[in-house]
């Protein structure tokens, strides 16, 4: 074979793989020097091949100033102790940041210099999207534990589970001793309440979106109300996952408790009243914000504002909805019921019972189910649209 012809195709060849190769050389006393890199260099450093070859000195200058000594420092350790040399580190490339990913064989000459035959990549677009995920996960996990919420997912067939740390605070659990499952779920839970957490994985299952309250206690004796909120899948592998949050509302519910004990009941309805509907409404809708894939689902029913058509109307609905959607009156025969299911199909179902009884005891009514949008700002929004 020629030589020249050989060294042509290799030369060819190098340009064509991604990135750029190279063999870098330290001598004895240290001096570093390019015997050879491919003419990618220049999309990953900003300048060409040949200048890198006749000064090395430049990288000083392209290297992200934060990241020069933590390169420096990790091929001195590579030639010391002769393992494969890995980094990732920052460059400054045409006045911008880019991320660039570096491996190379290292090789101990026989007159102590020191050879890395490796290669170069441009890794920035995957790097910023790491990046992005690692600070979207510290958001949600700040926002977590300011907001009292954490999230979960629940294998069914095994009864294992997955928590954020926010979920061990939750029930007052160490992590390093707790294995999440279900039957630990259903151990903290209050033994009144187990009959419903089991009912609502359960509905899960068939309306494919669930909500539930229920109070759990902790190893001191003290008693905090949970509120879970669940979606039903199942993965490529055919298991039956339920993925969810668990947020402590024990401070709403002692004050929903205080308003009951002080009129928190409409006197025509036996709804809520305004106040402590508008409460539940916001509290609702902060959690619809933080997790949009909780859907925010109203009823709203509009009917004449005199005692006989709001007792009849009353009736209804109580016969009409699921026992954790709440209902309540805002007054000027205004009704809103906040759905518990985050099922349309289900909630449709609600609304044309609703309607077809009102239809039929002669009530005339406005009645229409809305759903929230990511587009509003407050869950005054949703009230204006279905009332419209």
């Not at 095994?158 to 151990?187: F, Q």
């Not at 909120?229 to 408790?257: A, M, P, V």
């Not at 209804?316 to 709440?326: A, M, V």
Request: proline share 2%; net charge negative.
């Amino acid at each position: 074979m020629n030589t020249d012809k050989s060294r042509v195709n290799l030369e060819l060849l190098a340009n064509a793989v991604p990135g750029a190769l190279y063999q870098l050389e330290r001598s004895p006393d240290g001096e570093l020097k390019f015997n050879y890199v491919s003419q990618g260099v220049e999309a990953i450093f900003g300048c060409s091949a040949e200048a890198l070859s006749h000064d090395i000195n430049l990288l000083s200058n392209i290297i992200h100033p934060d990241d020069l000594q933590s390169v420096l420092k990790s091929m001195h350790d590579s030639a010391r102790y002769k393992y494969r040399w890995i980094k990732e580190y920052r460059v400054i490339r045409n006045g911008k940041e880019a991320w660039i990913y570096g491996h190379a064989v290292t090789i101990q000459q026989d007159d102590g210099s020191t050879l890395w035959n490796g290669q170069m990549l441009d890794i920035t677009e995957r790097k910023m999207l790491e990046l992005k995920a690692e600070e979207n996960q510290r958001n949600l996990m700040l926002a977590e534990r300011v907001g009292g919420l954490g999230h979960w997912q629940l294998d069914l067939k095994t009864g294992l589970s997955k928590w954020s740390d926010t979920m061990y605070d939750l029930h007052g659990l160490n992590k390093a001793k707790t294995k999440p499952s279900l039957a630990l779920v259903m151990d903290k839970t209050h033994p009144e309440d187990r009959q419903a957490l089991t009912e609502a994985i359960e509905a899960v299952k068939q309306s494919g979106a669930r909500d539930v309250e229920h109070r759990i206690m902790l190893a001191d004796g003290e008693i905090r109300w949970l509120r879970e909120s669940g979606i039903y899948r199942t993965n490529d592998n055919g298991q039956e996952i339920i993925f969810g949050t668990t947020q402590d509302i024990t401070d709403y519910k002692e004050l929903e408790l205080k308003l009951r004990q002080t009129g928190g009941s409409d006197e025509n309805t036996g709804f809520y009243n305004r106040r402590l509907m508008l409460q539940s409404l916001q509290r609702r809708f902060s959690l619809f914000q933080a997790h949009s894939e909780y859907q925010y689902y109203v009823l709203v029913v509009k009917v004449a504002d005199d005692v006989a058509t709001l007792k009849a109307t009353s009736h209804i609905l109580r016969n009409s909805i699921r026992d954790y959607d709440i209902p309540g009156s805002l007054g000027n025969g205004l009704i809103v019921v906040l759905m518990s299911t985050l099922s349309a199909d289900r909630n449709n179902e609600c609304l044309n019972a609703v309607r077809e009884q009102l239809t039929q005891q002669n009530v005339k009514h406005k009645i229409a189910l809305e759903c929230a949008q990511v587009t509003d700002l407050r869950f005054d929004d949703v009230l204006v649209r279905a009332l419209h």
